[in-house]
């Protein structure tokens, strides 16, 4: 297993009126995060939020391309971010989640206490496979074929890489003691967007490069 110390790029917020940021997605142009009642677009290049999403949002997010979903308690909700409006919801696994993503065509939903990874059908919430983690789970992100998600236990956290058939891990990034990992997300590039939790704080990571086949 591969093991660095994070190298965080830039820190945004804390924001007015979010004090907290749980589940974080990139829509390709803005980050959006989830502070509880609220999902805010922030610009990364200005950092500031350029517009707000009155919804509840408790845990993950994600983007498909096309529509937000947001971990809202025991449900995943799918959003319409033009207008804001809740389009559909699906049971979340177990009755809740932390992380979000999504890949394949599918969702990916993070389980703190469980330490799983569940791969959900974003049409019936069913459970397609789960993935083991030994770790508190928050933020789930794929790029490039790779699975990522954060953990955060006590004063300690990290992002991780791990096999996604197995669960083993590959390869971590130590965040600096008592920087927490709430929700992750790729920019699809060289940075990872994380949310710092009651710290109101989205932080760019970079992300390592991949080594590429001789």
């Known amino acids: 297993m591969k093991r660095a110390a994070a190298e965080i790029l830039r820190e945004h917020g804390p924001f007015p009126g979010a004090n907290r ?46 529509h937000l979903f947001q971990i809202a308690e025991d449900r995943i909700q799918k959003i319409d971010p033009k207008t804001g409006r809740v389009l559909s919801t699906i049971p979340a696994p177990s009755g809740g989640g932390s992380g979000l993503a999504w890949a394949e065509g599918t ?5 703190y206490r469980n330490r799983k990874i569940h791969q959900v059908d ?6 397609l496979r789960t993935i083991e983690s030994n770790r508190f789970v928050t933020g789930v992100t794929w790029v490039d074929g790779e699975l990522w998600h954060g953990t955060w236990e006590g004063e300690e956290s990290d992002v991780r890489r791990v096999d996604p058939q197995t669960g083993e891990v590959l390869e971590k ?14 920019d699809g590039g060289d940075r990872f967007f994380c949310g710092g939790g009651s710290s109101g704080k989205v932080r760019v990571v970079r992300r390592p490069k991949r080594r590429t086949a001789a």
């Open 21 to 66: 940021v749980n589940g974080v997605t990139y829509d390709g142009d803005k980050v959006w995060f989830a502070c509880g009642d609220k999902l805010h677009a922030l610009d990364p290049a200005s950092g500031k939020i350029d517009r707000s999403i009155d919804v509840a949002s408790h845990a993950g997010t994600a983007f498909d391309g096309q």
């Open 107 to 111: 969702l990916w939903v993070g389980q």
């Open 122 to 127: 974003p049409q019936t919430g069913a459970i």
């Open 173 to 186: 990034l130590d965040m600096p003691p008592g920087t927490g990992v709430s929700g992750l997300e790729s």
